[in-house]
């Protein structure tokens, strides 16, 4: 398919982050590996528009802290995390709490309040009108099978039925750049397949949406991905890891010619590759 690469969405430059004196990331964002993610354009029409960017990695390598530094939760001990700044053209700023919408894993949702109301107040914080916010929660409780709990507090819900209600909050109040940790954890068959045509369906509504998610399933990384960041430890000469998660791959499905096709044997053996190189990182 034919695409064109346009503005930077977001980009990392030579972030290290350090809790105390633990490394736990290192160098993100270098030369060997840049981490910048793009807006593409498609140039003829079709059903496929927007962007999935998957983050790999073993438990441990530093995915959800990535994350948290991806959305100004955190700061970097080094380096910076650039966005768009919203009024000056081609300027970047560094990134703070709130301007990336993120679904966290084990996200709490503890919040004193139904299901329904949650959702209309994101519709409030995403500018949506009174009159279209309606019919859009209610579109959304229903496509996420969540209609029946409308009602319901957060603090009743199942794990998966609340990773739900975070999905949608995000998807209501943020602006077509969107970071999910782990959303495939703690969901059973259906859900998982609900969340990935979901996320099909969110990236191709409009060629500005963009999702960056995080999974340790390498398998479901290749089938819908477009792009995929691999996160490990390198050794040195030794052979010994060194301290902090780092970029160890990236892989542009785009150019390989398997992003937007069903899953195929290549799909496969891409999948086998990611998993060994993993598995060598450490
Ligand atoms: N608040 C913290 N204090 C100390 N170490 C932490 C903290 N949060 C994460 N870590 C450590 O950072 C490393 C990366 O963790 P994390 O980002 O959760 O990885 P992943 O999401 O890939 O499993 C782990 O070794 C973890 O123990
Ligand atoms: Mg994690």
């Given amino acids: ?99 990336v919408g993120f679904v966290q894993q084990n996200y709490p949702l503890s919040r004193n309040q139904s299901v329904i109301s949650m959702l209309t107040q994101a519709c409030k914080m995403g500018k949506i009108s009174k009159t279209d916010s309606t019919d859009l929660v209610k579109k959304y409780l229903n496509d996420w099978g969540l209609f029946n709990q409308r009602n319901q507090y957060t603090n009743q819900l199942s794990g998966g039925q609340r990773q739900r209600v975070a999905i949608i909050e995000q998807l209501l109040c943020s602006h077509h750049f969107m970071v999910f940790d782990e959303p495939f954890s ?47 430890f390198e050794k040195n000469a030794q052979g ?22 069903p899953y195929c044997p290549e799909h496969k053996e891409l999948s086998n590759r990611i998993c060994e190189k993993m598995l060598l990182a450490g």
Avoid at 240 to 261: H, M, Q, R, S
Wanted: aromatic content about 6%.
């Fill in 1 to 99: 398919m034919d695409y064109s690469v346009e503005k930077e969405l977001i980009k990392i430059e030579n972030l290290n982050f350090q809790i105390k004196d633990k490394k736990i990331l290192r160098d993100v964002g270098n030369d060997r590996f840049p981490f910048v993610i793009h807006d593409l354009v498609f140039k003829n029409n079709t059903n496929c528009l927007g962007q999935v960017v998957a983050i790999v990695g073993r438990s441990g390598a530093g995915k959800s802290s990535l994350f948290r530094l991806l959305t100004g939760l955190v700061k970097p001990t080094s380096g910076k995390v650039l966005i768009p700044h919203a009024s000056i053209p081609d300027k970047y700023k560094e990134v703070a709490e709130g301007e």
């Fill in 186 to 232: 703690g969901l059973d068959v259906g859900n998982i397949m609900e969340v990935k045509a979901s996320f099909r369906k969110i990236a191709d509504q409009d060629n500005i949406n963009t999702i960056v998610f995080s999974t340790h399933d390498i398998d479901l990384a290749v089938e819908i991905a477009d792009l995929i960041y691999v996160v490990g």
């Fill in 240 to 261: 010994e890891i060194i301290e902090g998660g780092t970029i160890v791959d990236c892989i542009d499905l785009k150019k390989l010619g398997l992003a937007w096709k």
